[in-house]
């Protein structure tokens, strides 16, 4: 179905080179993703590794490269493919891509589960003198996903209150942990909501692809997506005035992007009820 909003005019062509700007950009957002990450394996995880905790490390790169496959084809089932052209092997291929996207992207929120959880497994390190302990391999959480090297120059921020995170060899004193958990929390009820989306709108392109795609479907499916988008809002407001500013620049992408998936279902509908 190749069809736009604006047609093949000149505000056409800006749109659509907006939306795949926008892609490419997500796509970048992939590898930002791995080395924040890779980099956080340096004070977690040492040695051999289970691929759960690989999940759990790298939840972000893999919940990231999924959704932008997932996205591309949405993209191409709304946008780029004439109706007739979706059938068959090319949707029986399209519909299989995206279960394995699905099923990454579930695997994905598992592993931010993972995280939080791990957040709550805490010992409270009584006696513990940091300062004593360097050069010892011992690191300090800044942030989610953000450590330093226990040093002189922040050790005396865990002297007294120092709590030890899981099993790892990582402190953080109180207000600090409480501060990642919320941010933990925030991953995974994002994780979840993008999760309810992706199935709203796989639900309304089975149903445009059946022509059944009905008002009614519609007006019911948008205020589901109202809520959805309101709390992925929230989200991406939440990481800006945490300072994760990473999360808050993919998040705002991610919104974005998906303004243009829905303008392609709102379109796509609209062609299918006129012919």
């Not at 939080?116 to 959480?141: A, D, F, H, P």
Request: with cysteine; aromatic share 14%.
């Amino acid at each position: 179905m190749e069809s736009g909003v604006f047609g093949g005019s000149l505000r056409g062509r800006v749109f659509t080179a907006v939306k795949y700007l926008t892609y490419l950009l997500l796509l970048g957002n992939v590898f930002l993703f791995l080395q924040e990450e890779t980099q956080s394996l340096e004070h977690t995880f040492s040695g051999a590794m289970s691929l759960g905790q690989y999940v759990q490390v790298f939840a972000a790169t893999l919940d990231t490269a999924a959704w932008v496959v997932l996205l591309l084809l949405f993209e191409l089932e709304t946008s780029v493919l004439e109706d007739e052209k979706i059938r068959g092997s090319v949707k029986r291929v399209l519909h299989g891509v995206r279960m394995l996207c699905g099923a990454a992207i579930v695997w994905a929120f598992t592993g931010y589960c993972a995280e939080l959880i791990t957040l709550y497994k805490v010992t409270l390190m009584e006696g513990w003198n940091g300062c004593t302990q360097l050069g010892s391999g011992w690191s300090l959480l800044e942030r989610l996903d953000e450590y330093a090297p226990l040093s002189a120059e922040n050790c005396a921020v865990v002297a007294d209150t120092a709590i030890r995170i899981s099993d790892f060899n990582i402190v953080a004193d109180a207000e600090t942990l409480r501060a990642t958990r919320y941010l933990a929390w925030t991953d995974v009820i994002n994780a979840a909501a993008w999760i309810m989306v992706v199935v709203v709108l796989e639900i309304e392109v089975r149903l445009q692809l059946r022509g059944s795609l009905t008002d009614a479907v519609v007006d019911g499916t948008r205020y589901l997506k109202y809520c959805l988008y309101s709390t992925l809002f929230v989200a991406a407001v939440y990481w800006g005035i945490a300072g994760k500013f990473l999360d808050f620049y993919d998040a705002s992408l991610w919104l974005f992007a998906f303004i243009f998936i829905e303008l392609n279902v709102f379109d796509w509908q609209r062609e299918t009820q006129e012919s």
